[in-house]
């Protein structure tokens, strides 16, 4: 099975995307959790700000060697990894692509047909890559969730291309 999905259609660069390399993603969201966080949107700089700052604080106060707790918290993420259920937004895919001006509507192309969006319902997509850590092969390479969590059970699947229109 092919997990190379393009973006076609009105952009001014057509770009692919392979769901094998977003497991290394620091945008990938625990699809176990997320729809049950009510959390408000969180600024990525601030965010990367502030673990930069913890890291270099526990540097100075602890020095350069890794204490048992963070040789710990490295074993808990890697497990994650290996155990996970992901998925990462849309949108930053999208926006790279550059949609043309006169673009209004993502297409979702599947085995089974095709779901239409209007480009800025294209902001609330998730791409599901993996499942219990495995990636999803049967109605794969990847499934479409509403970031509403509306389609949680029943995602979009078979994923082929997105075509903007």
């Not at 966080?37 to 600024?43: G, I, L």
């Not at 390479?141 to 509306?150: A, L």
């Amino acid at each position: 099975m092919e997990s190379i999905i393009p973006i076609k259609g009105k952009v001014k660069f057509s770009i692919t995307l392979d769901s094998g390399v977003w497991i290394f993603d620091d945008r990938k969201v625990d699809l176990t959790t997320y729809f049950e966080d009510k959390t408000e949107k969180v600024d990525e700089l601030e965010e990367y700000t502030k673990a930069v700052s913890k890291h270099w604080s526990r540097e100075i106060q602890e020095g350069a060697t890794y204490p048992p707790t963070l040789k710990t918290e490295k074993k808990y993420e890697k497990e994650k990894i290996l155990k996970g259920t992901f998925a990462i937004p849309f949108a930053p895919f999208l926006k790279n692509a550059e949609p043309h001006s006169d673009a209004t509507s993502v297409v979702i192309e599947t085995e089974t047909g095709d779901h239409t969006l209007d480009l800025s319902q294209a902001d609330e997509l998730l791409i599901g890559f993996s499942k219990d850590g495995k990636p999803l092969r049967e109605n794969g390479p990847v499934h479409i969730y509403y970031k509403d969590g509306s389609n949680r059970d029943q995602p979009i699947t078979n994923v082929r291309a997105f075509r903007v229109e």
